[in-house]
T-cell receptor
Framework: DAKTTQPNSMESNEEEPVHLPCNHSTISGTDYIHWYRQLPSQGPEYVIHGLTSNVNNRMASLAIAEDRKSSTLILHRATLRDAAVYYCILWTSNKLTFGGGTRVLVKP | DTAVSQTPKYLVTQMGNDKSIKCEQNLGHDTMYWYKQDSKKFLKIMFSYNNKELIINETVPNRFSPKSPDKAHLNLHINSLELGDSAVYFC????????????FGSGTRLTVV
């Protein structure tokens, strides 16, 4: 399975942007890049996904490198409710395979 | 209305018992999944069903048997429970294609004593 690499943790101040990097150097041409987050004691929650172009939705933006070997999830204004583990995942072989994720801490 | 609902939320049982976890989705999705999250918080896919057909079985012990009576339900039956089965089990559903997100349930915390 194609793998992703993310930092273990990141800290941010409330109401500041958060940029979460993800490396996926072995990505193939048909792999979609998905981001999910998991708040404490909850199931994973879909955030955003893309293939080649940058994507925006009400939760976040996804910036995909031109060679597709890396991507960045951008939370435009972090709130305390955004504290969670964020997973960068490649949809491949008909499934999502989760890695370790990045734990985001938001300081008031 | 809960989109993906699992029951029970908590399950404590003794080793050797047989138990089931139920999952239902009201989203009209074609594909459903079971994931296991262990104590180290890694999420691993176990099974996937598309329109009641098994499409993914990730080398899970055959004590685990999923059953899909219709495309809105995917239940997980576990025989002869072992201590190592203790984990949080998440059900999820999707439209089945790569360009749609998954919707997860809130999880079932299974503790085997």
């Amino acid at each position: 399975d194609a793998k992703t690499t993310q930092p273990n943790s990141m800290e941010s101040n409330e109401e500041e942007p958060v940029h979460l990097p993800c490396n996926h150097s072995t990505i193939s041409g048909t792999d979609y890049i998905h981001w999910y987050r998991q708040l404490p004691s909850q199931g994973p929650e879909y955030v955003i996904h893309g293939l080649t172009s940058n994507v925006n939705n009400r939760m976040a933006s996804l910036a995909i490198a031109e060679d597709r070997k890396s991507s960045t999830l951008i939370l435009h204004r972090a709130t305390l409710r955004d504290a969670a583990v964020y997973y960068c995942i490649l949809w491949t072989s008909n499934k999502l395979t989760f890695g370790g994720g990045t734990r985001v801490l938001v300081k008031p | 209305d809960t989109a993906v609902s699992q029951t029970p939320k908590y399950l404590v049982t003794q080793m050797g018992n047989d138990k089931s976890i139920k999952c239902e989705q009201n989203l009209g999705h074609d594909t459903m999944y079971w994931y296991k999250q262990d104590s180290k918080k890694f999420l691993k896919i176990m099974f996937s069903y598309n329109n009641k057909e098994l499409i993914i079985n990730e080398t899970v012990p055959n004590r685990f048997s999923p059953k899909s009576p219709d495309k809105a339900h995917l239940n997980l039956h576990i025989n002869s429970l072992e201590l190592g089965d203790s984990a949080v089990y998440f059900c999820a559903s999707s439209r089945g294609a790569h360009d749609y997100g998954y919707t997860f349930g809130s999880g079932t915390r299974l503790t085997v004593v």
